[in-house]
């Protein structure tokens, strides 16, 4: 059985994957692919979203998304390219 914040967690995390797909363009691989300033400036992910950050470490972890480095940083990592690595949990 999960606890509550697991389950919100996966939750946020299939939510991002629309967001990627809804946001990104396709690199040569078929992959989305999408800036990380733009997900993060975007009205919608910043709605539905607490903590954006914390559900990119998420899906990072999970292997759903790829992206350079630990840390993004609003202006600093706005052309960071987040990759969708798979389109489910």
Known sequence: ??????????????????????LGTTNASGQAVVKFGVLFKDD???????????????AKRKKVIAYD????LQGVHDNVDIILLKDQL
């Open 1 to 22: 059985m999960q606890h509550t914040g697991e389950m919100n967690v996966e939750h946020e995390v299939k939510l991002l994957i629309g967001e990627i797909k809804r």
């Open 44 to 58: 919608k992910c910043a709605n539905l979203f607490e903590a954006l950050l914390g559900t990119l470490r998420a």
């Open 69 to 72: 480095g630990e840390l993004l």
